[in-house]
C-alpha cells in the first residue's frame, strides 16, 4: 500500500504542478491577449480576456494551495512554468480570430489533463482534488463552448 501512495503521490504532484504551469502561461496569455486585441471586436474580447485572466489567477492560487495542503511543492519560476506547461506562450502576432482559436485550443487540452487528474484523485479517494479539478473543468468546458461559438463553430 505504501508504494501506491508514494507513486500516486508523484503522479499527483505531477499532474498538480502541470497545472500550476499551465495556468501561469495562460494567465500571462491571456493578458497579452486583453492588451494587445485589435479590430471590431476589440470591446468585447478585451472585457472578455480580462474576465479569463482573473478566473484564471484563481484557478492557480487554488491548486498551488491544494499542493500545499498535501504538503507537495508548487513550481513557482516562470523557467519552471515554460518547460512544464503544455499550454505555449502568446507569439504577440496573433490577430482577434487567431487568439480566441488559440484560447479554445488551450482549454480543450487542460480540460483533457484535467480528466485525467480528476480519474487518478478518484482512483486514491482523494475526492477535494478530483472535485476541485472537476469544478475547473466544468468553467472550461462553458468557456470553451463560448468562444467556439463565437468563432462560428
Same mark, same amino acid.
Given at each position: ?29 491571456? @493578458?497579452?491577449?486583453? &492588451? ?7 470591446? +468585447? ?13 484563481? @484557478? ?20 519552471? @512554468?515554460?518547460?512544464?506547461? +503544455? ?14 482559436? +488559440? ?33 475547473? %473543468?466544468?468553467?472550461?468546458?462553458? %468557456?470553451? &463552448? ?8
Amino acid at each position: 500500500m505504501m508504494t501506491n501512495t508514494v507513486t500516486y503521490s508523484i503522479y499527483l504532484t505531477k499532474t498538480l504542478n502541470q497545472q500550476v504551469a499551465n495556468f501561469s502561461v495562460l494567465y500571462m496569455k491571456l @493578458h497579452n491577449y486583453h &492588451w494587445y486585441v485589435k479590430g471590431e471586436n476589440f470591446f +468585447t474580447l478585451h472585457v472578455k480576456f480580462e474576465e479569463l485572466y482573473t478566473e484564471v489567477a484563481l @484557478h492557480l492560487d487554488t491548486i498551488a494551495e491544494r499542493m500545499l495542503a498535501l504538503q507537495s511543492v508548487p513550481t513557482a519560476t516562470l523557467k519552471e @512554468h515554460l518547460e512544464m506547461a +503544455t499550454v505555449k506562450e502568446a507569439t504577440g502576432e496573433e490577430n482577434a480570430e487567431q487568439m480566441v482559436e +488559440t484560447l479554445s485550443e488551450d482549454m480543450e487540452n487542460i480540460m483533457k489533463e484535467l480528466k485525467i487528474g480528476i480519474t487518478l484523485a478518484e482512483d486514491q479517494r482523494d475526492q477535494p482534488t478530483a472535485d476541485l479539478f472537476t469544478a475547473i %473543468h466544468t468553467s472550461f468546458e462553458k %468557456h470553451r &463552448w463560448m468562444l467556439s461559438a463565437y468563432l462560428g463553430k
